[in-house]
Nanobody, 125 residues
Framework: VQLQAFGGGLVQAGGSLKLSCAASGRTFSTYAMGWFRQAPGKEREFVAAAINWSGSSTSAADSVKGRFTISRDNARNTVSLQMNSLKPEDTADYYC??????????????????WGQGTLVTVSS
């Protein structure tokens, strides 16, 4: 599967952005989908995952809980990340990823099989 993330940009602290990730292929609904981010000089870190095909089972990093929401639309082969109450520390390249194994570990980037290119989110103070 090929993934393409978009929607990044520059936003002031407290603002909102919505990232989307478009996937190719007919088996999108069978993958667990995740979002990760990587700030300059830091390791890639888990943001959120939509685990099952319906997206009803999700997980999120403690740092974004209550602010970020992941959702998926299998009819459109997309997974989105709604980001509210953005903080300067949310500044990073954001990546979407797909995982074949639903039972894999959400927060481990090594568990994901396919990656999109990053989309840059910059939050100004």
């Amino acid at each position: 599967v090929q993934l393409q993330a978009f929607g990044g940009g520059l936003v002031q602290a407290g603002g909102s952005l919505k990232l989307s990730c478009a996937a190719s292929g007919r088996t999108f609904s069978t993958y667990a989908m995740g979002w990760f981010r990587q700030a300059p000089g830091k390791e890639r870190e888990f943001v959120a995952a939509a685990i099952n095909w319906s997206g009803s089972s999700t997980s999120a990093a403690d740092s974004v809980k209550g602010r970020f929401t992941i959702s998926r639309d299998n009819a459109r082969n997309t997974v989105s990340l709604q980001m509210n109450s953005l903080k300067p520390e949310d500044t990073a390249d954001y990546y979407c990823a797909a995982r074949i194994d639903y039972s894999g570990t959400d927060y481990d980037p090594g568990e994901y099989d396919f990656w999109g290119q990053g989309t840059l989110v910059t939050v100004s103070s």
